[in-house]
């Protein structure tokens, strides 16, 4: 047994890992580096016992994108017991969580029958810890009913009443029985008390149709409300009006607006029943600062924390009814500010414990907060789960989050800025290949997805793979990138394409300035808005890189606003492509004769973010153009290509494809 002693309130022993790492990852590294990489991550969600005593955790499937619900006791030990189990063909566990000692709250995803296509959808499910009593907890879908409900609803309060029950909130939609009084008008979304054993329910909110979120007090009460303003035949506008509730009242007064596609107003995240307020974020000098809005009919705010360069981006909750103890926010690392004293000095403390891993989030808690799960990794380690007993002052490592690359050598992560065409200084994260001095080395620029999106310090596994394989990834935060206020964000990465991918080029550039990458063997790489980045690169500057992948990548603007016309968000990225010259000047299938190094495209032909058939027309406009093309397309698969073997092709063949573009060995 091993013991870290530091100088705080409370001394830690670390104990042994509850599970053994698996042995075969060294040699596995060195065969396949790309099976370990492309490897999904192993603990994909992890929930705590109201006791402190059991964890439930989701685990991927070996193959697809099913994965398995386990419960495992977290102070004995053992091998995890299987509580349930997805095919992933489409459905899959998304979240669980404890009810109770004995019951689990589940989200699953998958696919319903629309009026012309199968649409993804969510149900909410219960079931006991050992796999009995498998209950639907969503409303149910009824022969007779006049729409197909999408969403499954949540589990607002996890607080039990006296019989068990819960907080649930359901979508219902009409239904109608011709010939018969059997119709149900209850129509959107609503709030019932339910027992997950019985499904008794009472209601507590009556659905409302364009009902959009619940906020309770952590005691069973509801107190914040918000309604989706909505225009046309069900177009979404982004807005959504919040209103409240006085303590002890049941009348609804108005809160305010915000507006989700710009960020602007207050977003209410939480409320404090002892205070009486409303945790939420708010704009301060064009960046997103943690408020407290008083429920008392005051309207009083108050400012918690603002940073002077970046947003504040969430709070830090914990415990059963998740009480507000910090805040969050990233600068060159994720940081987490507490307000509750006794957790920051147990944060300060652990991180001592634990000097290799800076990154520690809490993550779960018993019911009494007397043990902690908590995460800790870095750049190095894909990160560790380990459960804190507070009044033993014992810390134990339960299961890692990556066993396969337990024993892979990663690179370090370092964090630098570099010079726009502009002036201005960018922020990005450098990767090395692990004992490169970093001089002439085939490199790669990685730009984000998005665009409403930002990278962070820690563990990636694209770039750690292409890092192993001897390139060095930089991954520039460009204009355009969110989490550095409005001023940086601009219009987005599409309507501001000049700026956002000239410096997506300057970070090339600046590769090649610092005699860190050979200018002949220079490539860029990206998923998503980062697919998209790596093709509008090539059309900005078409000698700077030797050759592009692009991963599930937008690469029409024009089509990417038509191909979302059914939906009700249709409004709402219309918005953010916007109209003018840019739609065809920044849209990289129009302009695929401008491209000269040789572009390889994945694409997965179920991706319901970004339809294959971007991919496909890229293809094609670029074979017409006379240029070289190669299009991967993954049957079943989806945007995030949620599949160990086909992640394993994919680097398997990015890497040949570099390989042979760059002229590597």
């Known amino acids: 047994m091993k013991f870290i002693i530091f100088t705080a309130a409370a001394a830690l022993a670390l104990v042994p890992p509850a599970g053994a790492v698996r042995a075969q990852a060294a040699a596995q590294a060195a065969a396949d580096p790309a099976a370990l990489f492309g490897a999904r991550e192993g603990v994909q969600q992890i929930s705590l016992s109201p006791s402190g005593t059991k964890v439930a955790f989701l685990a ?23 509580v349930m189990n997805s095919s992933g063909d489409p459905e899959r566990l998304t979240s669980c969580h404890w009810l109770s000692e004995q019951r689990l709250a589940c989200n699953v995803y998958l696919l319903v029958k629309g009026a012309t296509d199968l649409l993804p959808a969510t149900r909410l499910v219960a079931i006991d810890a050992d796999g009995a009593n498998l209950k639907l907890l969503s409303s149910p879908m009824r022969w007779d009913d006049l729409a197909v409900s999408l969403g499954g609803g949540e589990v607002i309060d996890w607080s039990t009443g006296d019989d068990g029950s819960v907080l649930v909130g359901r979508y219902f939609v009409p239904s109608e029985h011709l010939g018969s009084h059997m119709a149900d008008a209850r129509n959107g979304f609503g709030v019932d008390r339910l027992d997950t054993v019985k499904l008794s ?13 619940y906020i309770s007090d952590g005691r069973g009460n509801v107190r914040i409300m918000g309604i989706a303003k909505m225009v046309g035949e069900g177009q979404d506008t982004g807005l959504v009006d919040y209103y409240y509730r006085a303590k002890g009242s049941r009348d609804w007064k108005k809160l305010g607006t915000y507006d989700s596609t710009r960020a602007e107003g207050f977003n209410p995240y939480a409320v404090d029943p002892d205070s009486d307020v409303a945790y939420g974020l708010k704009k301060k000098d064009g960046r997103l600062a943690a408020y407290s809005l008083a429920l008392d009919g005051s309207g009083a ?52 414990a634990l000097p290799n891993l800076p990154l520690v989030a809490f993550v779960d808690s018993s019911a009494d907060e007397s043990k902690l799960l908590l995460w800790a990794g870095s750049d190095t380690d894909p990160g560790r789960y380990y459960l804190f007993d507070k009044a033993k002052g014992q810390l134990g490592e339960l299961m890692l989050s990556r066993p396969e690359l337990e024993n892979a050598k990663l690179a370090a992560v370092r964090h630098v800025t570099y010079k726009a065409g502009d002036g201005t200084d960018i922020p990005a994260y450098l990767t090395l290949p692990p004992g490169s001095e970093g001089k002439k080395l085939p490199a790669i620029v990685m730009p984000h997805g998005g665009p409403a999106a930002r990278d962070e310090w820690g563990f990636d596994w694209l770039s750690q793979y292409f890092a192993a394989r001897g390139y060095a990834v930089l991954q520039p935060e460009f204009r355009g990138s969110s989490g550095y206020g409005d001023g940086w964000f601009q219009k987005n990465g599409f309507q501001s394409w000049r700026t956002a991918i000239g410096d997506v080029d300057d970070a090339g550039r600046w590769l090649v300035a610092q005699g860190i990458a050979d200018p002949d063997k220079l490539a860029i790489v990206g998923w998503s808005y980062g697919g998209y980045a790596a093709l509008q690169a090539n059309v900005l500057d078409p000698k700077l890189f030797k050759a592009a992948v692009a991963i599930a990548p937008v690469t029409d603007l024009a089509m990417r606003k038509a191909e979302w016309a059914n939906f009700s968000i249709h409004r709402i990225v219309s918005d953010e492509v916007g109209s003018g010259p840019h739609v065809r000047e920044g849209s990289p299938a129009a302009n695929a004769e401008r491209i000269a190094a040789p572009v390889l495209l994945f694409h997965g032909d179920t991706d319901r973010n970004v339809g294959v058939q971007q991919s496909r027309l890229m293809a094609e406009r670029l074979r017409s153009a006379g240029k070289s093309v190669e299009l991967v397309v993954y049957p079943k698969l989806d945007h995030q290509l949620d599949d160990a073997e086909a992640r394993a092709d994919l680097l398997r063949k990015a890497d040949a494809f570099l390989r042979a573009s760059l002229k590597l060995p």
Not at 62 to 79: E, H
């Open 60 to 82: 991927p499937k070996p193959r697809g994108q099913g994965n398995v619900l386990y419960v495992v006791d977290a102070v004995a030990g053992g091998q995890p017991k299987v």
């Open 301 to 352: 705010e108050t400012l918690l924390f603002a940073h002077p360069a970046v947003d504040v981006d969430g709070f830090v909750r914990i415990g059963r009814n998740r009480r507000v103890v910090g805040v969050s926010y990233s600068t060159d690392k994720r940081q987490n500010l507490y307000f509750d004293p006794k957790l920051r000095a147990l944060a300060t403390a652990l991180s001592k």
């Open 201 to 213: 329910a009472r209601a507590v909110e009556p659905p409302k149709p364009n009902a959009a979120e």
